[in-house]
């Protein structure tokens, strides 16, 4: 026979201030864990959604990232003209040779300076990515320095409205549109035209990319794999979605430190827990005898003791859930290991990350409530009624 569970929550309720400072310990916990997958969930978010999947890049064989990974111009038309590649409205193949290189520019908030994506495209690379809308502003026009920011970049840096000039290169570009990157790794870097960029850089006689847009799924897989092994051009291919998924690496850092703080957090909140069923027997001796006395056995009180501590880190999970909330969607940055410059993404308190919070808050029950629910079963029935 089971104790029913309106027993434990009459006994929680009962013992409000400790039942309250043991949740409370337990949502501290949880708040650090569910910000902690948060951060992972919004940095994943950023590189594996990032990309369109009939998007080839092109990089120097060798080489891992865009920023290393310059190539001789005159290879642009031998790409185009490789079979699989899909044509653009105009008629002309879907190919962008592109420019990556990194400023500097200030926070808006005076926090400091931070290295900053700068992308030189060709007309074609923004039908390449047609994920990325225009917010305000237009476009950039191909021969003018000017360029399009993306929502993050005019959110956090300054210089970046409308109208305001970013210094790089030879001289001034000025911001005429932000663009809407859906939370993805373009939210990081700014745009302009690639040979006005190539002229200020002198950089004239190169590309540090390509893009190909090719047909179908099977002719992507194709492209690639034609790219590499084309001995003419020793360059390699890959699926961009593949590319930026590889760039996960960044968040690397985060999860080992998040790791060790959760860990020791958690232990934390075991030995609350603990404590608190302890003090719950040592308080109900008697009530926990007369139960035995009734007919209910050790594996019913055992499990009753159990769903108590679960009971009681869930209400601390759902308390530290409630506190993280508020934090949902705000956007945050850290240093990329690839390209050396800042990626800008957004917490995202996904259904994974809550269910996971829950997981967690309910092993640390699981933990902290098995010995003196183990306890309570044992404990010998004479003794507990004469005390």
């Known amino acids: 026979m089971a104790i029913p569970i309106s027993y434990n929550i009459r006994n929680l309720r009962l013992r409000k201030g400790l039942t309250i400072m043991t949740a ?4 501290l916990t949880v708040t650090t864990a569910v910000f902690l997958f948060a951060l992972l969930a919004g ?8 990309g369109e999947p009939l998007n080839v890049l092109v990089l120097r064989k060798g ?11 005159s290879l642009l038309p031998t790409l185009k003209n490789l079979p699989g590649i899909a044509k653009a409205s105009t008629g002309e193949p879907m190919v962008s040779g592109e420019l990556v290189v990194v400023i500097v520019l200030p926070r808006k908030d005076g926090t400091g300076e931070v290295n900053v994506t700068v992308r030189g495209l060709m007309p074609a690379g923004l039908e390449l990515r047609p994920k990325v809308k225009l917010s305000t502003g237009r476009w950039f026009t191909p021969g003018q320095r000017e360029v399009v920011v993306s929502e993050s970049i005019h959110k956090r840096f300054s210089d970046s409205n409308l109208g305001d000039s970013i210094h790089f290169g030879k001289g001034d570009w000025k911001v005429v549109g932000v663009f809407d990157a859906g939370g993805s790794a373009y939210e990081s870097e700014i745009w302009g035209d690639v040979n006005q960029m190539a002229s200020d850089f002198d950089r004239q006689g190169g590309f540090s990319s390509a893009y190909l847009r090719a047909t179908d799924p099977v002719s992507a897989d194709a492209l690639k794999h034609r790219v590499s092994d084309d001995q003419r051009l020793k360059l390699d291919g890959q699926l961009e979605t593949e590319y930026y998924a590889k760039q996960t690496s960044s968040g690397a850092l985060i999860r080992i430190v998040g790791l060790i703080v959760a860990v020791i957090m958690a232990i934390g909140s075991i030995f609350a827990a603990a404590n608190t069923m302890y003090a719950a027997i040592a308080y109900r001796g008697r009530e926990i005898a007369t139960l035995r006395v009734i007919g209910f056995s050790r594996a019913s009180i055992l499990i009753s003791f159990m769903l108590e501590a679960l009971l009681l880190s869930f209400l601390g999970a759902i308390v530290g859930i409630l506190l993280m909330l508020p934090f949902n969607g705000l956007t945050t940055g850290t240093s990329n290991q690839v390209t050396f410059s800042e990626v800008i993404f957004s917490l995202r308190m996904t259904p994974a990350v809550i ?12 933990v902290g409530g098995l010995a003196p629910a183990w306890r309570a079963a044992r404990q010998n029935i004479l003794t507990a009624l004469r005390g």
């Open 43 to 50: 940095l994943n978010r950023a590189f594996v959604t990032s």
């Open 355 to 366: 269910l996971g919070a829950l997981a967690f808050a309910l092993v640390m029950g699981l």
């Open 63 to 73: 080489s891992t990232a865009e920023l290393t990974g310059g190539f001789d111009a």
């Open 24 to 27: 409370l310990g337990i949502a």
